[in-house]
C-alpha cells in the first residue's frame, strides 16, 4: 500500500504492507512461493520482486524518502553489491577513513583483485578530502554517525563535492536508523543498512537494505540478480513487521541514550564520552542539523576502572556483538571490532584499551544509569 503520509509514525505502520484480501486480515500475509506463473509478471526471488520482498522494502523507501530498494540477506550483501554495481576495473572509490570494520576489510581484500582503486582519508576536513578525488574517482562512501567514536561526516559538504565532480555518494546508514537520519533529503544518492540492527531490531534476524532512486536501484538490481545476495519471504516479513515499531524503538533509545550520555559526561568515574548529542561533541552542531529525529542510540565512553570487571558486573546491560536491539549490550572494540589492529593502529585510530561502546536499548534510562553505577 502507497501511505500519503509524511509522518514517520504513520508510514511506519501502513507504507507497503499488501494486506490479506482473502481472510480480511490486517497483516501482509508470506508468500514462500519460489515459483510463479511466467504468463503473468516473472516474480522470483533472486529478481528482487517478490511480494514479501516489495511489502518490506517499500516501508523503508518511504522511510528513508527515497525512490526505490532492495532487500539483502545481510548488510554488506547490500554494501559490497552497491559498490560493486557502481565500480568497473580502473575506476576509484573514495572511503572516508572512519568504517565499520567489516567494509573497510572487504575494500583492503576486494577491491584490488578487481581492478578498483581505492583510498580512506579523513572527512572531517572537506577540503582535504577533495584533494583526494582523483580523475578516475567514481564513487565517495561514508558512514555517519561512524564506529565506534559516533564521529560526524557532514553529509550535505560531501553531496557538494560529488556533485561538482559528478560522483555517485553512497552512505552507511546503520548507526542513524532511518528514523534520525535520511541522507537522500541531504543530497546523498544511495542509503545502505546493516539491517541486522535497528531495523531488525531485536537481534534476531540477519539482513541488508539499499535505497535510492528508480535509476540507481535498477542499476544495483542488475548487478544484485548476479550477485545472489536476496533475502527468503520470512525474513522480508519480520524486517517488514519489525520496521512498524522502528519509530518508537528509535526514539526511546535516542532518549536514553542522550541522559546516559549526560550522566557518564558528568560522572567522574569515566574519562570521556563519546555521543553527538553532547553539546561538546565536535560533530554536534552539523549533527544537529542532519539529524532532525534525535542522536542515535550508540554511545562510547572510556573508563577509569578495568574493563572487564566492569563488564561483568552489569546486570541489564549485555556484553555482545552488534548492536541496535532492544536490549542494551556493550562491547570493547580493542576486543572485537578492532581487535586486528595492531596497539599503535589503534591509538592512531583514537582507540583506546578503556573505550566501551554502548548500545543503548528501549529498557528504563533509570534502571540503564544504575546498572552503570553500580557496575563502575
Ligand atoms: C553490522 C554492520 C554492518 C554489516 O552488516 P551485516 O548485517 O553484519 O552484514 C555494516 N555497517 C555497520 C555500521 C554495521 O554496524
Do not use: W
Not at 503520509?5 to 508510514?11: I, R
Not at 572537506?126 to 583526494?132: C, D, G, P, R, T
Not at 582523483?134 to 550535505?156: A, F, H, W
Amino acid at each position: 500500500m502507497k501511505s500519503h503520509s509524511t509522518s514517520k509514525l504513520t508510514q511506519s505502520v501502513h507504507a507497503g504492507s499488501v494486506g490479506d484480501p482473502q481472510f480480511g486480515g490486517v497483516v501482509t500475509p508470506i508468500y514462500p512461493s519460489a515459483a510463479y506463473d511466467y504468463e503473468s509478471e516473472v516474480l522470483y526471488p533472486r529478481y528482487y520482486n517478490t511480494p514479501n520482498q516489495k511489502a518490506g522494502v517499500e516501508k523503508l523507501v518511504a522511510l528513508e524518502n527515497g525512490e526505490d530498494g532492495l532487500l539483502f540477506s545481510s548488510g554488506m550483501a547490500a554494501i559490497m553489491t552497491s559498490i560493486f554495481a557502481m565500480m568497473k576495473a580502473g575506476d576509484h572509490i573514495l572511503f572516508q577513513q572512519d568504517l565499520y570494520g567489516g567494509t573497510h576489510h572487504a575494500a583492503l581484500h576486494e577491491l584490488a583483485r578487481y581492478g578498483m582503486e581505492y583510498s580512506m582519508v579523513d572527512v572531517s576536513d572537506l577540503k582535504q578530502f577533495e584533494k583526494a578525488i582523483r580523475k578516475n574517482t567514481r564513487v565517495i562512501y561514508v558512514e555517519t554517525p561512524s564506529n565506534p567514536l559516533l564521529r560526524i561526516t557532514d553529509l550535505q559538504g560531501v553531496a557538494a563535492l560529488a556533485k561538482k565532480y559528478n560522483l555517485v555518494t553512497i552512505i552507511d546508514n546503520t548507526f542513524a536508523s532511518p528514523v534520525n537520519q535520511n541522507p537522500i533529503d541531504l543530497g546523498i544518492h544511495i542509503v545502505t543498512h546493516s539491517g541486522t540492527k535497528y531495523i531488525g531490531g531485536h537481534s534476531d534476524i540477519c539482513c541488508g537494505a539499499v535505497v535510492s532512486s528508480k535509476k540507481l536501484t535498477a542499476q544495483i538490481r542488475q548487478s544484485a540478480m548476479h550477485f545472489g545476495g536476496s533475502l527468503d519471504a520470512y525474513t522480508c516479513y519480520l524486517v517488514e513487521r519489525s520496521l512498524k515499531t522502528i519509530v518508537l524503538r528509535v526514539q526511546q533509545q535516542n532518549e536514553n541514550a542522550l541522559a546516559i550520555a549526560k550522566f557518564l559526561e558528568a560522572d567522574s568515574r569515566i574519562s570521556n564520552v563519546y555521543y553527538p548529542g553532547l553539546k561538546n561533541h565536535p560533530g554536534h552542531a552539523i549533527a544537529k542539523r542532519q539529524m532532525p529525529g534525535g542522536f542515535g542510540g550508540m554511545l562510547s565512553f572510556e573508563i577509569k576502572s578495568d574493563p572487564a570487571r566492569f563488564t561483568k558486573k552489569l546486570q541489564y546491560i549485555k556484553r555482545a556483538i552488534s548492536l541496535g536491539g532492544v536490549e542494551s549490550t556493550i562491547t570493547q572494540p580493542v576486543k572485537t571490532s578492532h581487535a586486528k589492529l595492531t596497539a599503535a593502529e589503534r591509538k592512531a585510530v583514537g582507540i583506546s584499551d578503556k573505550l566501551m561502546r554502548l548500545s543503548v536499548g528501549i529498557e528504563s534510562a533509570e534502571d540503564l544509569i544504575q546498572d552503570i553505577s553500580q557496575a563502575l
